[in-house]
């Protein structure tokens, strides 16, 4: 009898401790496949925060231009660098709004969110190295969160930053 009932809690024991193990690695799996994977996302607000970018880019590269103007790099070639960077980005994002119109779904623009962060990126940098005003900061404040919020839908490393 003895026996029988260690048996039973022996098979009962390993039984449990399998479909522990199981669910604890299958779980693992499910969220390396969410991370992997773009967010499920309306085309439509997709679409939305492609406006906000397109919109706040207009108007960073307009106070960008004129805070260059008004400090100790106008008239020189890293001015020129820069304003064509940023002039670089509007176009970028016009692109991306152009091919995102054309295109039924919208994770096919992924090749077009990766310029635009790229050239971003080296914008930010311009942004972190030197003391602008505090409208062309804010502005590329916003600009920075649009992309990243750009950069998280479509699973890309946010400006700045790592991925997510």
Known sequence: MKKTITAFFATTLFFFAAAFVTTVLTSTEVNAQRRNRPNRIAKAEVERIIKRVEERTDTFVKQFDSSLDNSRLNGTR???NLNQRARDLENATDELRREFDRRDTWNENRDEVQKCL???SDINVAM???RFNR???NNWANVRTELNELARVYGLPKIGGSYR
């Open 118 to 120: 790229n050239i971003a």
């Open 78 to 80: 890293r001015e020129d």
């Open 135 to 137: 409208a062309t900061e």
């Open 128 to 130: 972190r190295n030197r």
